[in-house]
């Protein structure tokens, strides 16, 4: 079974593979509007993953050590994106910072359009990414439990050098790997982006959404594309595995060990 779960994720590639335009590929994955997307699928999906982090490593401790009424609540609201189309996400965005938006008619008053814009695709990547973050951090927390946070605070140290001394190097691979995901999401995110920020060139259309237009034209263009995207994740993941192997093995060993 395992052999037809590995199978099932590598044929589609690998028939991906087979039908690129090789001849053909670098003039394809080179052009003005396939490194434009690319660019700026990047830079979105770097600020999506730092707003990730920024919001998600407060909900995750809060989610793992806090004991309050509403916490599973809290939690199912939170990993929502997970479970909902990306669609949806969308719309729910739009009706909140949209120009008629709950919150977007303040905006608008002070000057702010956020939908439709570049920042509208940060927003939209942040929305579906950010329970990937969550997910991950929440079960290190949990995983690694709260001993040595308490050993550290009966000995004196304050919350904040508990936080930064003890409880991030205790979690960094749940870290890391969350970050890696959120990343890798956001990267890959349409259908939110689509419905919120549209696919205007050079300011919202990111390479799914440049993929999606080329397959209408451009078969080969379409193809090509999708495998620079496949190979791009592949690469962040892979570097990112390789750097928290280590911190994975120092954390297996836990705090006080050694001389």
């Known amino acids: 079974m395992a052999a037809v779960g590995a199978l099932f994720v590598l044929l589609p590639l690998a028939a991906m593979v087979a039908k690129v335009n090789w001849p053909q590929f670098l003039p394809l994955v080179t052009s003005e509007a396939s490194l434009t997307a690319l660019g700026l699928s990047l830079r979105t999906a770097a600020a999506s993953t730092l707003l990730c982090v920024l919001l998600g490593v407060p909900l995750a401790l809060v989610l793992a050590r806090g004991r309050f009424r509403g916490q599973s609540l809290l939690r199912s609201f939170v990993l929502l994106p997970l479970v909902l189309p990306p669609v949806v996400g969308g719309i729910a965005l739009l009706y909140t910072f949209g120009r008629q938006g709950l919150l977007g008619r303040s905006l608008e008053v002070a000057g702010i359009q956020i939908a439709f814009s570049t920042t509208a695709v940060v927003l939209a990547q942040t929305f579906v990414a950010l329970p990937f973050l969550v997910v991950s951090l929440e079960g290190a927390l949990r995983s690694a439990g709260s001993r040595y946070e308490a050993l550290a605070a009966t000995l004196?140290?304050?919350?904040?050098?508990?936080?930064?001394?003890?409880?991030?190097?205790?979690?960094?691979?749940?870290?890391?790997?969350?970050?890696?995901?959120?990343?890798?999401?956001?990267?890959?995110?349409?259908?939110?982006?689509?419905?919120?920020?549209?696919?205007?060139?050079?300011?919202?259309?990111?390479?799914?959404?440049?993929?999606?237009?080329?397959?209408?034209?451009?078969?080969?263009?379409?193809?090509?594309?999708?495998?620079?995207?496949?190979?791009?994740?592949?690469?962040?993941?892979?570097?990112?595995?390789?750097?928290?192997?280590?911190?994975?093995?120092?954390?297996?060993?836990?705090?006080?060990?050694?001389?």
């Open 156 to 259: 004196g140290a304050r919350p904040t050098t508990v936080l930064r001394r003890v409880t991030v190097p205790l979690v960094l691979p749940g870290l890391a790997s969350g970050t890696v995901l959120s990343f890798a999401r956001s990267l890959g995110e349409f259908g939110a982006t689509l419905t919120f920020a549209g696919s205007l060139q050079g300011v919202t259309r990111t390479l799914p959404l440049e993929i999606y237009l080329q397959r209408e034209t451009d078969a080969d263009a379409a193809v090509a594309l999708s495998l620079l995207l496949v190979a791009v994740a592949v690469i962040v993941v892979g570097l990112s595995y390789r750097r928290s192997a280590p911190a994975r093995i120092r954390g297996s060993a836990g705090p006080g060990t050694g001389a």
